[in-house]
């Protein structure tokens, strides 16, 4: 189908690690996408991977990506209570310079101290 | 990071009025900037594509004589919700896409709560 999946919950504990799933569609997507949204507010770009790359780490952030399956997760080590919030994947569909997002449906992360 | 700013960041109006929404690149061009809805819970649908001097370019399903865009310089977006119904209630977020970051990027502005009664 066309959706981008991701599950809708997860809770940790803090301290823990938390990582969030992502299944998407378009095997030609160039990049691919996380975002956190906070409440009533907009998107943050918290890190993108280029499809080409199987894992892209960025301090606290580990992106995993299996092309073959489709599938991308977002590893958060040493979660923290601010990380509390919605995350969603993204993937880039179309031609260079036409290219749009298609966002998955979200995953709301709490932290419980 | 590249700002996206949005205005108003909530507006409640009346029925059969219409409502603009502005969209601005702070520190950047973003000769394509894009518009989002989001329901409470869910994810973001994508609604329409703003090119500059340019049509916009409407998602399936969406009325573009309803929600009528405009990108008239290389910072500036607006939204305009057309006789705005209760069913239009929505937060309504863009994005631009910054062209200098030498990747396929979009930086979002921080939403508009819409509120029709």
């Known amino acids: 189908g066309e959706d981008v999946e991701q599950s809708l919950f997860l809770s940790v504990r803090e301290g823990d690690s938390s990582v969030i799933n992502c299944t998407y569609t378009d095997s030609s997507s160039t990049y691919l996408y996380w975002y956190k949204q906070e409440p009533g507010a907009g998107l943050q770009l918290l890190t993108y ?12 952030l580990t992106v995993l990506l299996n092309k073959k399956d489709k599938h991308l997760s977002l590893r958060i080590a040493d979660t923290q209570t601010g990380d509390s919030a919605i995350y969603f994947c993204a993937e880039s569909r179309g031609p260079a310079g036409t290219y749009k997002y298609i966002f998955g449906t979200g995953t709301r992360l709490k932290v419980l101290a | ?16 009025t219409s409502v603009k929404i502005e969209c601005r690149s702070l520190d950047f061009q973003a000769t394509t900037m894009f518009w989002y809805r989001q329901f409470p819970k869910q994810s973001l649908m994508l609604m329409a594509t703003s090119n500059e001097g340019s049509k ?6 969406v009325e573009k004589d309803k929600f009528l865009i405009n990108h008239a310089s290389l910072t500036l977006s607006t939204l305009t919700v057309t006789s705005a119904h209760p069913e239009d209630s929505s937060f309504y977020i863009c994005s631009a896409r910054d062209q200098g970051a030498g990747r396929e990027t979009q930086y979002f502005g921080p939403g508009t709560r819409l509120l029709v009664l």
């Open chain 2, 1 to 16: 990071g590249a700002v996206v700013s949005q205005h108003p960041s909530r507006v409640i109006c009346k029925s059969g």
């Open chain 1, 49 to 60: 991977i280029f499809s080409n790359m199987d894992m892209k780490q960025d301090q606290r």
């Open chain 2, 56 to 61: 916009a370019t409407y998602e399936q399903g």
